[in-house]
Each structure stands twice: as C-alpha cells, then as structure tokens.
C-alpha cells in the first residue's frame, strides 16, 4: 500500500512485518510531510500496534520538523509500552539525529532487519 505523505510527491509504505509495523517515509520529512508520518504513526498505536519501525532508506532529508514528529511518535509508543526504532538512515539524516541528541532518545540501525529483530525481543 503506498501512502502519500504531505501535498509533495513523498510517499510512504506501510506494512506489517511479523508483529512489526512499518512505515517508509520517502524524499523529504519536512514541515509539509511530517504530520502525516506523524499522523499514520499515532495512528498505528491507536489501532494496537507496540512495535513501530520506520525505515529511512528512501529519505534524503529531515528538518525540525521531522525530528519532532519522530519523537512525538516515540513517545506515545512509550506511553503506550510499545518500542519504536529507526532504521537505514542515509549519513545526513544520522548525523542531525546525532547532532540533535535525539539518538539517545531512538533507536537507530543500519538495516531494517536488525532494527525489526531488536524489536521484537522483549
């Protein structure tokens, strides 16, 4: 299933992996895309889901935006005794997760497999 994030050609996959839920943001998450991420997200948990992975193989970009509706996904599934992670981020996306100090606060992998194993350990 392909959803589109924001009013820009961004789109997203969503899929369910095992008990993992995944969400593949595509192009840029940025003030126009992320409450749509963030959308799709919350609603994710809403519906049960305690294991989010996003997977940021197909993101070039992240503003200030993105990073805070990541974290306000990440809290709610804490709040919710759920687990979020991150995986396949390209060099500039990890380094202003980095920078930011937000990669104390989520769960980064290099390949969405690892990130999905992590996951579903308890």
């Known amino acids: 299933m392909i959803v589109r994030l ?3 050609p961004t789109q997203g996959r969503r899929s369910i992996v095992d008990d ?3 969400l593949r943001p595509q192009g840029r998450l940025d003030s126009e895309t992320s409450p749509e991420l963030k959308r799709q997200a919350l609603e994710m948990i809403g519906r049960g889901g305690r294991r989010l ?3 940021f193989k197909d993101l070039v970009y992240i503003s200030s935006a993105g990073l805070r509706a990541v974290i306000a996904a ?3 599934m804490t709040a919710a005794g759920g687990k979020l992670a991150i995986a396949s981020p390209n ?3 990890a380094e202003v997760f980095d920078i930011s100090g937000f990669v104390a606060i989520v769960e980064m992998h290099a390949t969405a497999e690892s990130a999905a194993a992590q996951l ?3």
Do not use: F, I, T
Request: aromatic content about 0%; proline content about 6%.
């Open 74 to 76: 990440a809290a709610e």
């Open 53 to 55: 992975l996003l997977d």
């Open 91 to 93: 060099p500039q996306v």
């Open 6 to 8: 924001g009013s820009r």
């Open 20 to 22: 993992v839920q995944v």
């Open 120 to 122: 579903m350990k308890d």
